[in-house]
């Protein structure tokens, strides 16, 4: 693997041994690929937000005495959504450590396109690796 930032796509291995470019149309796919990849963490984002407000406001009108117990389901799903994100924010930055340009590019891009997508609340994470 290159560990210098690079343009140069000649017989580029993204992540996996199998995952290499061979050709222009290999690159394109790939590239197309990891704008998805990445835009569908901002999705799981928007979908963990969402889960989080609605499930507020759903144990805010439960009875004291059924509290606890949709709490801790409500944490155990949250946790859920919590490594699905840590996972997925980890492989990104696989892609990025890449050090090809075209692939960094594509994963802003990816970002770029999945917030105009899917990000119809305010950001309550930073934008880190996770």
């Known amino acids: 693997m290159n560990?210098?930032?690079?343009?140069?796509?000649?017989n580029l291995c993204?992540?996996?041994p199998?995952?290499?470019v061979s050709s222009?149309?290999?690159l394109i796919i790939s590239l197309l690929g990891v704008i998805l990849l990445t835009?569908?963490?901002e999705f799981v984002r928007e979908m963990s937000r969402r889960y989080e407000t609605s499930?507020?406001?759903y144990v805010n009108k439960l009875p004291r005495k059924n509290v606890d117990n949709a709490e801790k389901k409500q944490k155990l799903i949250k946790a859920v959504f919590y490594a699905v994100q840590v996972f997925y924010?980890?492989?990104i930055m696989l892609l990025f450590m890449t050090y090809n340009g075209w692939v960094m590019l594509s994963v802003a891009v990816g970002a770029f396109v999945g917030y105009l997508a899917f990000g119809d609340s305010s950001s309550t994470k930073s934008v880190a690796c996770h």
């Open 18 to 20: 199998q995952w290499r």
């Open 39 to 41: 835009a569908g963490y």
């Open 89 to 91: 924010s980890f492989f």
């Open 24 to 26: 222009t149309l290999t």
């Open 3 to 10: 560990m210098l930032f690079t343009w140069d796509t000649t």
């Open 14 to 16: 993204i992540v996996f």
């Open 55 to 57: 499930s507020a406001e």
